[in-house]
């Protein structure tokens, strides 16, 4: 049981590292891609990925702490860890709808657009 449990928490922390790779790289080509066409949505889909890479930092960190055994201090061991990093999910997740909220009407009231781009070159 001991060798069942280590095995999946192995896969499951090889997941959550590809996923910060892959939610970095999609990240940068997102908000390249939003910068260069003045697209919202692609900067807030950028804005998204971002955090689903600082979500996943988080859930690392947080996973070994909430794993450790009950000692003197915390006699029932440590998982309100999860509670507290689902609450820091949730405020990163309040910022990120702010700032996305903030940059859509700031692009209504100016009246920027966004840019056509030539796929050929």
């Known amino acids: 049981m001991y060798y069942l449990r280590k095995t999946s928490e192995i896969h499951i922390l090889r997941a959550l590292h590809l996923s910060i790779v892959l939610n970095a790289l999609l ?5 390249v891609g939003g910068i260069v066409s003045r ?3 692609l900067l807030a889909d950028g804005s998204d990925s971002l955090l689903n890479v600082i979500s996943n930092m988080i859930t690392f ?3 070994h702490e909430a794993r450790r055994p009950p000692d003197e ?3 029932y061991g440590h998982l309100k860890y999860e509670a507290f990093a689902s609450m820091l999910v949730l405020i990163l997740m309040s910022i990120t ?3 996305i909220a903030f940059m859509t009407v ?3 009231i100016t009246g920027i657009h966004v840019k056509k ?3 050929i070159g």
Do not use: C, G, Q
């Open 27 to 31: 990240f940068i080509f997102k908000v």
């Open 106 to 108: 700031d692009r209504i």
């Open 97 to 99: 709808l702010s700032f």
């Open 73 to 75: 201090e915390h006699p």
């Open 117 to 119: 781009l030539n796929p």
């Open 39 to 41: 697209s919202t949505a």
């Open 61 to 63: 960190k947080y996973y």
